[in-house]
């Protein structure tokens, strides 16, 4: 009897059927697994795309920045109705051949969407949005009657 991958040789079975029987294979499957890292199936094959915010107040605005690798302009969605921000989009996965073998795989793609509740005192006719090097930065300006202003204490024009 012939093992699966001299049968794969001989052209009895495909490459890609055999591989998935093969025994290496799936003790580094099985060695590898972390069952407690999220976003990781049992298989091994990654979650749903979603990237990491970083939202921060500022004196005048609050910044969103994200994470988005691979995130075309195009493919991006910014909507902004009443004080709800919205922020979606896709990440296309790359082509990959048949014959081609994965030791690891722990990138993600898909479509992914976040929204956040902006507080009263946005400016919503201001709000900027910038791709550069797979970072998003998205910038939503304080209406002036909410930024902060100094106020000086006692009355210097004394009569």
């Not at 794969?8 to 025994?23: I, Q, T, Y």
């Not at 922020?87 to 051949?97: A, L, N, V």
């Not at 006719?125 to 909410?146: Q, R």
């Amino acid at each position: 009897m012939l093992t699966l991958t001299k049968r794969a040789k001989s052209g009895e079975v495909s490459a890609r059927e055999a591989d998935l029987w093969d025994p290496f294979r799936l003790m580094r499957e099985m060695v590898g697994w972390d069952p407690w890292q999220d976003g990781v199936t049992a298989r091994g094959a990654m979650t749903a795309y979603s990237p990491a915010f970083e939202v921060k107040e500022t004196a005048h605005s609050y910044v969103f920045r994200a994470d988005l690798p691979g995130v075309k302009e195009e493919d991006l969605d910014i909507s902004l109705t009443g004080n709800r921000l919205t922020i979606g989009g896709k990440r296309e996965q790359e082509k990959s051949e048949e014959n081609e073998r994965f030791y690891a795989y722990e990138r993600s793609f898909g479509g992914f969407s976040r929204s956040f509740t902006l507080p009263d005192g946005c400016d919503a006719d201001h709000v900027t949005a910038d791709l550069k090097g797979g970072v998003l930065t998205l910038v939503v300006t304080k209406k002036p009657e909410v930024q902060p202003r100094r106020i000086t204490v006692g009355n210097k024009n004394k009569a």
